[in-house]
């Protein structure tokens, strides 16, 4: 595996000040060739799975992963190459899109919440809560139709306080033993241009494409600015943002994998200890077969 990844790299800092422009969309090659590539993602796959099954099998914590990006960064493929080799028993995803009437006549996190990991399990959210402060920022008009009671639909506040929540929340989560790793795949808006033009171009992409992903395309400096917000507002030590480069998708997949694996080796993870009184049993039901 490449030691040259460093998780904090990428890791927004509580109450860092910077702006989203200045950080980076591509940065140098973790990996040599498409070979070392396949090799070293076949590595962390291979850590990730055994770290999996310690999970798993000691039932103790639940892990969330959060991936919210721009259309086109790569989250559904650094999603199915990550967690490729994961026991599907142990892995739940979720996809957000528009909201139903059932889950409008509920709080903004209502829905979400519903899909959280049971414990052993690693739950992941493509797209999610974030939603709520990102595309609703940036098309009000989403807001001011979901129902909410006049005194609350203030523009000016409410996006402070959905940030409220959504840390409050996630503060409690990571107390009752859910540890959250939340990455923005950071994209340039020339990449995503071409690969909007390869999914246009490739009959097997096309399915990708629609009309709406250029009309969301002209709003970029607008969800740019909701992004920035968002990382500042959202990223606590215990439930930290990574903003991972992603104008490669294999630079990006390494990095995300490599972030995952760090953090589950943080929490200690072991098989359960096996009593006396169950060695023994065990050795009872050898001497019966």
């Known amino acids: 595996m490449s030691t040259k990844i460093k998780m904090t790299d990428y890791q927004i800092q509580p109450g860092e000040e910077f702006t989203l422009g200045d950080l980076p969309t591509k940065v140098d090659r973790f990996y040599k060739s498409k070979k070392k590539y396949r090799k ?22 639940s892990i969330l992963l959060i991936f919210q990006t721009m259309d086109a960064a790569g989250k559904d493929g650094a999603i199915r190459h990550v967690m490729s080799g994961v026991n599907p028993q142990g892995c739940q995803v979720f996809s957000f899109k528009e909201p139903s009437a059932e889950e409008l006549d509920h709080d903004f996190l209502w829905r979400t919440t519903r899909r959280l990991p049971e414990r052993g399990r690693i739950g992941i959210f493509n797209r999610s809560y974030y939603e709520e402060v990102l595309i609703v920022r940036v098309h009000p008009e989403i807001l001011r139709n979901q129902g909410l009671p006049e005194g609350l639909v203030a523009e000016q506040a409410i996006w402070e306080e959905r940030y409220r929540s959504i840390v409050d929340l996630e503060a409690h989560l990571h107390r009752n033993g859910t540890r959250i790793i939340k990455f923005f795949l950071h994209l340039s808006k020339d990449e995503q241009r071409e690969r909007f033009i390869a999914r246009i171009d490739k009959p097997e992409k096309n399915w990708k494409f629609s009309l709406a992903d250029v009309s969301e395309r002209k709003h970029w400096d607008e969800y740019m600015e909701a992004y920035e917000s968002c990382l500042k507002a959202t990223s606590t030590a215990d439930a930290p943002w990574y903003a991972v480069p992603a104008d490669d998708k294999k630079n990006a997949r390494l ?35």
Do not use: F, W
């Not at 291979?46 to 099954?53: G, P, S």
């Not at 589950?264 to 009593?275: A, F, I, N």
């Open 40 to 61: 070293q993602m076949k590595e962390q796959v291979d850590e990730l799975k055994e770290q999996q099954r310690m999970h798993y099998a000691s039932n103790r914590n």
């Open 255 to 289: 990095i995300v994998s490599h972030i995952i694996l760090e953090t589950m080796k943080q929490l200690g993870l072991s098989y359960p200890e096996v009593s006396k009184a169950r060695v023994k049993e065990l050795q009872d039901i050898r001497e019966c077969l």
